[in-house]
């Protein structure tokens, strides 16, 4: 049985940027670790040589003429922003205040 | 025009357009069940009855009334932006966002001159297999309204079942077009990964997702497969080749003949000591419609994949693991929603509270698998081992290809269960897409062709192809359709639809 215990959940939902409540820290470390009992069985095939597949289809980096093309209305991008303010994007403050 | 026009494929309705039938009459038709019966089914999440008259009677009065796909109606899975028509992926995070531009998908159906009925109900970000994790309203499956109507592609399934829209696009990173069409006695088609744009597609898992077509037929599937299909400059996984010819094979494969095909039957997908979790009812019909095949002259062999015992395994790591990446966007900033934006709170803080907020339990579980598989330490373990098995899941499918022309299983392990059975039960849920895993990890085409019914609802048939080799999909489905048809000796579920 694979466990993530209830700190560890806590740890992951910060890294993710989610602010978890104490019912779902409870209700998550418990589904999660039979999701992680169930997934682990990928540890059960044999894969020495075999290289790892991150996309199905055979993939080459794609190049365009650069090209001058119009982009979306600033206005109506902004129109679906939760806050605009002089053309731009309005966002809650990044740093602390000097002290 | 037969007022019966909500049972009819959208190939008759392609008929009845060229023979002098209105857009604004089959769309009034459409919209007129909608508001009779939407409330209690929950397959919508948007729909404007006035911008879909206007726009019938702008295709009515057009030089383009009576060709192609002009005026006939058509949903969208809520997952393909639209622009100015509110878009939401199933998810309270971005309630009542009107995106400023179409995706691919639905420029294209625009320019074809469909009529957008509207956008359809779905699990939030296609996370799940019943459209139980929509952050919006319940969609119940139209054969009976206690049971799901699979996920996460739910509300176009309802809605092309119960006779709401003629057929409508779905999204398959995992089986969400497959199953719900499995479900509900639909046709829905996965094609190769890269055949049609993800321009325009909120993203979930972007290795695997694709949309495709759901419909009453193989040979409607067919038609907006086509209409959808095709090289974009815009998506850079885009697959730089023509449109294959997907109605012309379906138009050929009813007619029956089989002979000279090769199909092979999976062992590790509800065969011998393989069938735990599958119900007898689907393996019987799956069984039957497989000895159909062989007297349409096709040549039926066991094949063993192997590594599809660890599909499910393999995908709920890195499903999960690129979800986590591709929803860090939604972080309050540019749009959607923002919780707690007091004045005080710091940029960090804001972004937890309106995730917090914003997402629904299953997304907030998978971002957390996928943050945890991605980490330093569980890296290798997790999300490494998980893309050497797909590379394991690919060989077998290239061996399998090697001797025979397709490869079929039943599309679900179980018919469409009860609401609310497996809601807690993260790991029961993903079981319901045993069967569909394998195609999407190896970016190959598979369609899901309804074979029979077991206790009263649908069994779906899947039938997977090689990469680009779509048309083959189409053309087995329909030979099986056209036999499984004329034995019933009725149009099957679209008479059930007219009845109703």
Not at chain 2, 442 to 464: D, H, R, T, W, Y
């Given at each position: 049985?694979?466990?993530?215990?209830?700190?560890?959940?806590?740890?992951?939902?910060?890294?993710?940027?989610l602010?978890?409540?104490?019912?779902?820290?409870?209700?998550?470390?418990?589904?999660?670790?039979?999701?992680?009992?169930?997934?682990?069985?990928?540890?059960?095939?044999?894969?020495?040589?075999?290289?790892?597949?991150?996309?199905?289809?055979?993939?080459?980096?794609?190049?365009?003429?650069d090209?001058?093309?119009?982009?979306?209305?600033?206005?109506?991008?902004?129109?679906?922003?939760?806050?605009?303010?002089?053309?731009?994007?309005?966002?809650?403050?990044?740093?602390?205040?000097?002290? | 025009?037969?007022?019966?026009?909500?049972?009819?494929?959208?190939?008759?309705?392609?008929?009845?357009?060229?023979?002098?039938?209105?857009?604004?009459?089959v769309?009034?038709?459409?919209?007129?069940?909608?508001?009779?019966?939407?409330?209690?089914?929950?397959?919508?999440?948007?729909?404007?009855?006035?911008?879909?008259?206007?726009?019938?009677?702008?295709?009515?009065?057009?030089?383009?009334?009576?060709?192609?796909?002009?005026?006939?109606p058509?949903?969208?899975?809520?997952?393909?932006?639209?622009?100015?028509?509110?878009?939401?992926?199933?998810?309270?995070?971005?309630?009542?966002?009107?995106?400023?531009?179409d995706?691919?998908?639905a420029?294209?159906?625009?320019?074809?001159?469909?009529?957008?009925?509207?956008?359809?109900?779905?699990d939030?970000?296609?996370?799940?297999?019943?459209?139980?994790?929509?952050?919006?309203?319940?969609?119940?499956?139209?054969?009976?309204?206690?049971?799901?109507?699979?996920?996460?592609?739910?509300?176009?399934?309802?809605?092309?079942?119960?006779?709401?829209?003629?057929?409508?696009?779905?999204?398959?990173?995992?089986?969400?077009?497959?199953?719900?069409?499995?479900v509900?006695?639909?046709?829905?088609h996965?094609?190769?990964?890269?055949?049609?744009?993800?321009?325009?597609?909120?993203?979930?898992s972007?290795?695997?997702?694709?949309?495709?077509?759901?419909?009453?037929?193989?040979?409607d599937?067919?038609?907006?497969?086509?209409?959808?299909?095709?090289?974009?400059?815009?998506?850079?996984?885009?697959?730089?080749?023509?449109?294959?010819?997907l109605?012309?094979?379906a138009?050929?494969?009813?007619?029956?003949?089989?002979?000279g095909?090769?199909?092979?039957?999976?062992?590790?997908?509800?065969?011998?000591?393989?069938?735990?979790?599958?119900?007898?009812?689907?393996?019987?019909?799956?069984g039957?419609?497989?000895?159909?095949?062989?007297?349409?002259?096709?040549?039926?062999?066991?094949?063993?994949?192997?590594?599809?015992?660890?599909?499910?395994?393999?995908?709920?790591?890195?499903?999960?693991?690129?979800?986590?990446?591709?929803?860090?966007?939604?972080?309050?900033?540019?749009?959607?929603?923002?919780?707690?934006?007091?004045?005080?709170?710091?940029?960090?803080?804001?972004?937890?509270?309106?995730r917090?907020?914003?997402?629904?339990?299953?997304?907030?579980?998978?971002?957390?698998?996928?943050?945890?598989?991605?980490s330093?330490?569980?890296?290798?373990?997790?999300?490494?081992?998980?893309?050497?098995v797909?590379?394991?899941?690919?060989?077998?499918?290239?061996?399998a290809?090697?001797?025979?022309?397709v490869?079929?299983?039943?599309?679900?392990?179980?018919?469409?269960?009860?609401?609310?059975?497996?809601?807690?039960?993260?790991?029961?849920?993903?079981?319901?897409d045993?069967?569909?895993?394998?195609?999407?990890l190896?970016?190959?085409?598979?369609?899901?062709?309804?074979?029979?019914?077991?206790?009263?609802?649908?069994?779906?048939?899947?039938?997977?192809?090689?990469?680009?080799?779509?048309?083959?999909?189409?053309?087995?489905a329909?030979?099986?359709?056209?036999?499984?048809?004329?034995?019933?000796?009725?149009?099957?579920?679209l008479?059930?639809?007219?009845?109703?």
């Amino acid at each position: 049985m694979s466990t993530l215990s209830r700190d560890e959940v806590a740890h992951l939902a910060h890294l993710a940027r989610l602010a978890v409540t104490d019912e779902e820290l409870d209700l998550f470390a418990g589904q999660l670790a039979a999701v992680l009992d169930a997934v682990a069985q990928v540890g059960k095939a044999s894969v020495e040589d075999v290289p790892p597949t991150t996309h199905a289809v055979p993939m080459t980096n794609v190049m365009r003429e650069d090209v001058i093309r119009p982009s979306l209305p600033r206005d109506v991008v902004l129109a679906g922003a939760p806050a605009a303010e002089d053309g731009r994007f309005r966002v809650p403050r990044i740093l602390q205040e000097e002290a | 025009m037969s007022t019966d026009v909500t049972s009819m494929t959208a190939t008759e309705i392609q008929a009845a357009l060229a023979d002098g039938g209105t857009s604004v009459e089959v769309t009034r038709a459409y919209l007129d069940r909608i508001a009779a019966t939407d409330g209690e089914l929950g397959a919508y999440l948007h729909v404007d009855p006035e911008a879909a008259l206007a726009r019938a009677a702008e295709i009515d009065a057009g030089s383009t009334r009576g060709t192609g796909l002009a005026g006939i109606p058509v949903a969208l899975k809520d997952v393909v932006v639209t622009e100015g028509v509110p878009t939401t992926s199933g998810s309270k995070i971005l309630e009542g966002w009107k995106p400023p531009y179409d995706a691919t998908v639905a420029a294209r159906l625009k320019a074809a001159g469909t009529v957008l009925l509207g956008k359809t109900n779905m699990d939030e970000f296609a996370m799940g297999s019943s459209t139980e994790n929509s952050a919006y309203r319940i969609t119940h499956n139209p054969w009976n309204p206690e049971r799901i109507p699979g996920g996460s592609s739910g509300g176009s399934s309802a809605a092309v079942a119960g006779g709401l829209a003629p057929w409508a696009i779905g999204t398959d990173t995992g089986g969400s077009i497959r199953q719900p069409a499995a479900v509900t006695g639909l046709v829905g088609h996965k094609p190769t990964y890269g055949s049609v744009s993800r321009y325009g597609l909120i993203a979930f898992s972007s290795s695997l997702d694709q949309a495709g077509p759901m419909a009453r037929t193989v040979l409607d599937a067919a038609l907006l497969h086509e209409a959808i299909g095709g090289h974009d400059p815009l998506d850079s996984t885009s697959i730089d080749a023509p449109v294959p010819v997907l109605a012309e094979s379906a138009r050929r494969g009813a007619q029956g003949d089989l002979s000279g095909l090769t199909v092979g039957v999976v062992r590790e997908l509800g065969g011998e000591g393989h069938r735990d979790g599958y119900e007898d009812g689907v393996i019987d019909s799956f069984g039957a419609a497989v000895a159909r095949l062989e007297k349409l002259g096709a040549e039926i062999r066991e094949v063993s994949c192997p590594a599809f015992d660890l599909a499910l395994a393999a995908y709920y790591l890195i499903a999960p693991s690129e979800a986590s990446s591709n929803l860090a966007r939604f972080d309050g900033v540019r749009y959607g929603l923002r919780v707690g934006d007091d004045g005080a709170r710091e940029l960090d803080e804001v972004m937890a509270l309106t995730r917090e907020q914003g997402f629904g339990p299953e997304v907030k579980r998978r971002i957390i698998l996928g943050t945890y598989a991605l980490s330093s330490g569980y890296y290798e373990a997790y999300y490494g081992q998980a893309q050497k098995v797909r590379t394991l899941i690919s060989r077998d499918f290239s061996a399998a290809f090697a001797d025979v022309d397709v490869l079929v299983s039943p599309t679900t392990p179980t018919v469409a269960f009860p609401l609310g059975a497996r809601v807690d039960n993260p790991v029961a849920m993903y079981a319901a897409d045993l069967c569909t895993l394998p195609a999407s990890l190896a970016g190959v085409p598979a369609i899901s062709v309804p074979c029979g019914l077991s206790e009263g609802l649908p069994v779906g048939f899947q039938i997977m192809a090689p990469a680009l080799a779509d048309d083959r999909c189409y053309q087995v489905a329909a030979a099986l359709e056209a036999a499984l048809t004329a034995d019933r000796g009725d149009r099957g579920f679209l008479d059930q639809l007219a009845a109703r």
